[in-house]
């Protein structure tokens, strides 16, 4: 009685979502324009204009599953027709030594297509940009070498003929509008996982690692996982179009189904539509299929080659005048004028942000412990034997000259550098004692860092960045929208949510590097000279900021070089010089220690002044 | 009530009307590479067809009704899909005609067979078009089968009498590049190699995007293989000859499966005395004997006429005979319906040695034309010339491969 | 024995056709830091030009390469200035499509004005191959050998002695840093990239008396030439030739002792180890990662 109670207004107000989402006219606008792929076809009803579309329908798909790699995650395939070449040679293959229906084999294909995805991605993503993509087209022609070498399996270079059983259940059909409407169910699903993903904490986590891998780290996201998650979902994909598009064509051949020429061209198509968007790979798709198809009836046989001439010419020009894309430069612009459609510009009404995650432990308990940190670059030592144990509650000032090797040490505590020897244990929020790894391990287990040099994700909004770290407590995005607002408004941010984070003032930024780690909801703060670079108004806000934050129950570690600002803030100094810590204790104490001045200020002045 | 129902009656007589009217024209479609990489020689298989139905056009059609070529252009087999819908639903051909490349028949003839549509090969030699047990497929040019049975025959049939050996005291190598028209013809060349129990010592697959087949050559050399058998477009054919020769790699014979064998670029770039000898099995040249080949003179004059250079290759030639042949059938079937057409094809009866590329042509029930093989040319002073067998020979067969 | 001695000589003397190709691709990529996609391409209009010059004026392929290197080295530039300078401050992706773009234009340009037929040029002289104690050699590979080892040892007294090679290699190393130095980096990019596509001019006038052109001969070299520079450590020159040698024994070995159509899979698979293990390179000379 009382769960039923509970269940409907949550049921009602789910409904009443959905319901306004179709008044939406972005969302009845795109429905109207997709089914239009379907609608053409069926209204003119030529076999030859239907193959058109479904070819339009098919490489759509190809290309938004490439989006979802190639955009999302920013990591530039050229090999993706192995996916789409192992989805088909799966299912025609099972098809004819176990005569199963092609709409179980493309699963068992898509399945073999994630393994094969985890297996390119694993090793290769930590390679970058060209050698990416090189690695990709390599993996490529191994495969579509082999397949020709074992020709025992896979009929080799004379290809697989698909035997023509027709009907729903063979996938093979006299009427050809059936192939459409399955073609147009392939792009459908394609896109709704584009949208989906686009639209959700993995979206979010794409775009950051595709921007920043630090920063993303240091907001707790596993940069390999999160593209492995990536690649998997888009091989997946590839790997069920190209089932469908073997038993359209019932033929397969190593050359056309392992092909670098549509690999690029699947690429292609995303980029001039625009990368990273959710319609762009059909734009580009919708606007060069059709042209190829009219090119080349009307250049054909008179002019070989004219064809691929004038295909990589626009290439070429696409990337000088609209390197965004047909969506990413006439987007925003199409948007507002939709949004302008009766029932569009509504704001969504305000949605309560969730609780932070809560703070336990007794105040004064050891919370992090760094035991003997030595840290070698080559013969440089940057840090010798630093122990520095953290307590809780307490905000600890790291000082030192330049060079001293502070932010070594902070890379050290937050999991960015793997010491040369040494250990660091941390009091996770369970209260157990852990000895994490991985930058993103240490992230998760309550340890949040800002850079010393931002690292804002450029192209996502103010409000963007600081839900990538809300997105580690909070997963749905509602509630990380409204968590990430509450920190905006903590840290001073709310005014300028929605200015795109690149055009930002230094003193913004700052402000920003902080809030994105404060979304994290950590229990051990590390801030890396957050003050540098702020007015003296906002310097007195960011120490204000700071106690409150501690204030919380978080345990903060600063390096800063505003001396006068640390020495007021900090409950206690650590004071490192050459790689060693020189001094610690409290702050006025400090100050007196005669190692410390000779390290700022050089010995010469410490003989003068008698000290 | 009454009068929706005439109307309706009306209408639905004037449509099937339609068709009718239309059918004062034979549509045939022609389904070739127009453009892409294959561009060349679709090109040239295509002029055959298209000298062809000229040809009867001239004489008054196709039993009195004129034939209209619908071109289709297929770079890869989705296009060839794609042209093969067009032609068979937007503009209701009674048959196609194609298409060169084996990959694109195949796709395509997939399309016809379903559409109901015959579909008559001309030229693309992979066995499989002829062997899915499709109702409305007929091809009349050899198949890879032919083509490796006969370069293996040529070993015993004629190399080996002109070396004055014993063939199986020969040893031999196959070699040929790894796509689909070399995987093909080298693995039919094995088994008729072991059926004539002969001497196979080495079987090479390369690819033909190969920089260095030295390895290759050296291979053979280290095996001591006298006689090769070479599955190749043009850019290996080149390297083979040309490293082969840097190699000091000499057999007593070399043997090409057409592709890059047959063109003259090839012998241009090795230069002719370097292929001096080579031996090739094609298609029908046209250093032919005109006597086993009656009409070959005639329509080299045709193309003469018409395009202004002499052939670019046998393609052609082997295109007009099969469009001939089909386009007779047509002519004799009792309507233009696929079964009839079916039932003409299978009547036809025409003996070696009357066609002008030599072959005849009696079709089995998979639709493969089962009077039909290639011959043995080999290039000599600069010129490929028919060498085997007897009747369609203009030279003697010589001995030695190159200058050595 | 005897074969395993020739096999590793043609290794050596097909390494060297591999790191004349290759010595560009580095030279561009370790200062412009761009991977230039259409450099088969260079090679394959050099060896058109080159087939032009001999068919039309009688040219030795030898002799051309003078006016070919001065050719490519125009286009190289011209390339950096209206395609790469425009996209040097957008995502990587932007010029990796922009130079793909390149490419797929030139080879069909080169489709619709040759044909797909191949063009070669007969330079018996070249062609004569040498025999000592059993094992044979063409002149012309040697001569390709001496040329790069010349052009791997000139460019390194360039870049070492010259004033604007010291500009280079800072511009290389730190763009920022180099630019407060007044060093004008736009016109090193632009005469770096011209220095890369010269190199190719060079590499097709020695190819083109052992290979015939055709528009997709670019393709045959091309992912060779990367392999063999992501071997060397992506920036070095002596890396890229010494990467060359170890493709050109391997692709040897590998096509007599594995088999001829599973080479290309044995230096694919070398390639691939090599970016995921050994990302700076086989002699440690670079950094693929960054």
């Known amino acids: 009685m009382t769960a039923k109670a509970l269940a409907t207004p949550a049921a009602a107000r789910r409904k009443s979502g959905l319901l306004s989402r179709l008044t939406d006219p972005r969302v009845y606008c795109s429905l109207l324009a997709l089914s239009l792929l379907l609608i053409i076809p069926v209204a003119i009803d030529s076999p030859f204009i239907v193959h058109v579309f479904v070819t339009i329908c098919v490489f759509a798909a190809l290309s938004t599953a490439w989006n979802i790699v190639g955009g999302y995650a920013g990591q530039l395939s050229l090999g993706h027709m192995v996916f789409y070449g192992i989805g088909g040679y799966t299912t025609a293959l099972l098809i004819q030594h176990f005569s199963l229906s092609p709409w179980i084999g493309m699963w068992a294909g898509a399945a073999l297509s994630v393994l094969v995805g985890i297996g390119i991605g694993y090793p290769c993503f930590r390679l970058r940009g060209p050698f990416f993509s090189l690695a990709t087209i390599a993996f490529l022609e191994v495969v579509r070498l082999l397949a020709i070498h074992f020709h025992g399996v896979t009929g080799g270079a004379a290809g697989l003929i698909v035997p023509l059983k027709l009907g729903w259940q063979w996938m093979i059909f006299r009427e050809k509008i059936n192939y459409l409407y399955i073609a147009f169910g392939l792009l459908l699903f394609a896109m709704a996982v584009s949208w989906a993903i686009r639209n959700s904490k993995l979206g979010f986590y794409l775009t950051a690692v595709r921007e920043r891998e630090d920063a993303a780290l240091a907001a707790g996201v596993s940069n390999t996982r999160v593209k492995l998650k990536a690649v998997m979902i888009s091989a997946g994909l590839t790997s069920l179009v190209g089932s469908f598009h073997a038993m359209y064509i019932t033929f397969l051949e190593p050359a056309t189904m392992f092909s670098l020429a549509t690999s690029i061209e699947i690429a292609m198509f995303s980029l001039i539509g625009g990368l990273g968007t959710v319609a762009g790979p059909l734009l580009g798709t919708v606007l060069v299929v059709p042209l190829a198809e009219l090119a080349r009836g009307w250049l054909g046989a008179s002019a070989n080659g004219l064809h691929g001439f004038v295909y990589g010419t626009v290439l070429v020009l696409i990337t000088l005048t609209l390197p965004g894309g047909l969506a990413g430069t006439f987007g925003p612009w199409v948007v507002r004028w939709i949004d302008r459609l009766p029932g569009g510009g509504t704001r969504r009404e305000e949605y309560e942000a969730p609780e932070a995650r809560p703070i336990t432990g007794t105040p004064g308990e050891p919370i992090l412990t760094a035991e003997n940190l030595v840290m070698k670059f080559g013969g440089l030592t940057a840090t010798d034997n630093v122990s520095i144990t953290l307590h809780r509650g307490e905000i600890l000032g790291i000082i030192g000259p330049n060079g001293a090797g502070k932010t070594t040490i902070f890379n050290q505590i937050s999991g960015f550098l793997k010491p040369t020897s040494g250990s660091i244990s941390v009091v996770g929020p369970d209260g157990a004692t852990r000895t994490p790894v991985s930058a993103d391990e240490f992230a998760r287990l309550g340890v949040g860092r800002t850079f010393q040099i931002v690292q804002p994700f450029g192209k996502l909004t103010v409000l963007e960045n600081i839900m990538v770290g809300a997105f580690m407590r909070h997963a749905k995005v509602d509630d990380a929208r409204a968590a990430a607002l509450r920190v905006a408004r903590l840290v001073g941010l709310e005014d300028i949510k929605d200015v795109e984070a690149r055009n930002l003032p230094i003193g913004g930024l700052k402000r920003l590097e902080v809030a994105r780690t404060l979304a994290t909801e950590p229990s051990i703060l590390l801030l890396d000279e957050v003050m540098a670079g702020q007015s003296q108004s906002d310097t007195q806000r960011m120490v204000q900021l700071i106690r409150t934050i501690r204030d919380s129950g978080v345990t903060v570690i600063a390096i800063e070089h505003n001396m006068q600002a640390i020495m007021s803030l900090s409950d206690r100094i650590v004071v490192v010089d050459s790689g060693r810590v020189i001094a610690q204790g409290d702050p006025q104490e400090v100050v007196k220690d005669r190692r410390v001045i000779e390290a700022y200020l050089g010995e010469d002045f410490v003989h003068a002044q008698g000290i | 009530m009454k009068l929706f129902a005439k109307v309706a009656l009306a209408t639905t007589l004037a449509l099937s009307a339609a068709p009718a009217l239309a059918q004062e024209t034979v549509k045939i479609g022609a389904l070739y590479p127009f453009s892409g990489g294959l561009a060349l020689l679709g090109d040239e298989s295509f002029r055959g067809l298209e000298l062809a139905v000229e040809e009867r056009n001239a004489k008054g059609g196709l039993n009195g009704k004129p034939i209209q070529m619908i071109r289709g252009d297929a770079v890869d087999p989705n296009q060839a899909v794609g042209e093969a819908r067009r032609l068979t639903s937007v503009d209701k051909v009674n048959a196609i005609f194609g298409t060169y490349s084996s990959s694109l028949a195949i796709a395509a003839t997939q399309v016809a067979e379903l559409a109901g549509v015959p579909y008559f090969e001309l030229g693309a030699i992979s066995d499989p078009i002829t062997e899915r047990g499709f109702q409305y497929t007929f091809r009349t040019n050899p198949t890879s089968k032919d083509f490796a049975n006969r370069m293996v025959d040529a070993i015993s049939d004629a190399v080996a009498p002109a070396l004055g050996v014993d063939p199986k005291s020969l040893k031999v190598g196959i070699i040929h590049e790894d796509s689909l028209y070399g995987q093909t013809v080298a693995g039919f060349q094995q088994k008729r190699a072991q059926e004539k129990g002969l001497n196979l010592v080495e079987t090479l697959p390369y690819s033909a995007k190969s920089v260095d087949l030295t390895p290759v050559i050296l291979r053979l050399k280290s095996a001591g293989v006298d006689v090769v058998l070479q599955t190749s477009y043009q850019n290996d054919t080149v390297l083979f000859f040309r490293q082969m020769k840097d190699q000091g790699f000499k057999p007593k014979a070399v043997i090409g499966a057409g592709g890059g064998y047959s063109l003259r670029d090839t012998v241009q770039a090795v230069g002719p005395e370097n292929m001096e000898g080579a031996l090739n099995v094609d298609f029908t040249q046209y250093r032919t004997n005109p006597a086993a080949a009656p009409g070959i003179d005639a329509f080299e004059k045709k193309y003469q006429a018409k395009y202004g250079t002499p052939p670019r290759s046998g393609h052609s030639l082997a295109n007009y005979m099969g469009a001939n042949v089909f386009l007779d059938a047509m002519a004799s079937a009792k309507d233009l319906s696929a079964d009839a057409i079916r039932e003409a094809v299978m009547k036809v009866d025409v003996p070696e040695g009357t066609t002008p590329t030599g072959w005849g042509a009696k079709f089995n029930e998979q639709g493969q034309n089962t009077r039909v093989s290639p011959f043995l040319m080999q290039w000599q002073g600069g010129e490929l010339v028919t060498v085997f067998p007897e009747k369609a020979a203009v030279a003697k067969l010589k001995t030695g491969v190159g200058a050595n | ?290």
């Open chain 3, 1 to 290: 024995m005897d074969v395993f001695v020739q096999l590793i000589l043609n290794g050596i003397l097909l390494g060297s056709m591999y790191a004349i190709i290759s010595v560009g691709l580095t030279l561009i990529f370790g200062i412009v830091r761009v991977v230039n996609f259409a450099h088969g391409e260079f090679l394959m209009v050099g060896m058109y030009a080159v087939y032009l010059l001999a068919a039309n004026l009688g040219f030795h392929p030898y002799v051309s390469a003078v006016p070919i290197v001065i050719l490519l080295f125009a286009m190289g530039a011209l390339v950096q200035r209206f395609i790469i300078q425009p996209l040097l401050g957008a995502d990587e992706h932007i010029q990796i499509f922009a130079m793909v773009g390149l490419s797929t234009a030139l080879v069909n340009l080169a489709l619709l004005i040759f044909g797909a037929d191949l063009y070669s040029v007969n330079t018996p002289s070249v062609r004569q191959s040498i025999a000592f104690g059993g094992y044979t050699l063409l002149i012309g590979q040697l001569v390709m050998f001496f040329c790069a080892l010349a052009l791997v040892a000139g460019l390194h007294f360039f870049m070492q002695t010259t004033p604007l090679g010291r500009a280079i290699r800072a511009t290389a190393q730190n763009r920022n840093a180099a630019l407060l130095m007044g060093v004008r980096v736009n016109r090193i990019y632009i005469f770096s990239f011209g220095l890369g596509a010269a190199c190719v001019g060079l590499a097709s006038a020695l190819l083109m008396p052992l290979y015939p052109v055709t528009p997709t001969i670019g393709t045959y070299f091309v992912l060779t030439a990367f392999v063999v520079v992501v071997l060397g450590g992506m920036r070095s020159m002596y890396g890229a030739f010494a990467g060359a040698m170890i493709i050109g024994i391997v692709d040897s070995l590998s096509g007599y002792y594995i088999a001829p159509d599973l080479k290309e899979v044995v230096y694919f698979a070398i390639f691939i180890l090599i970016l995921i293990f050994k990302p700076t390179g086989l002699f440690g000379l670079g950094r693929g990662t960054e």
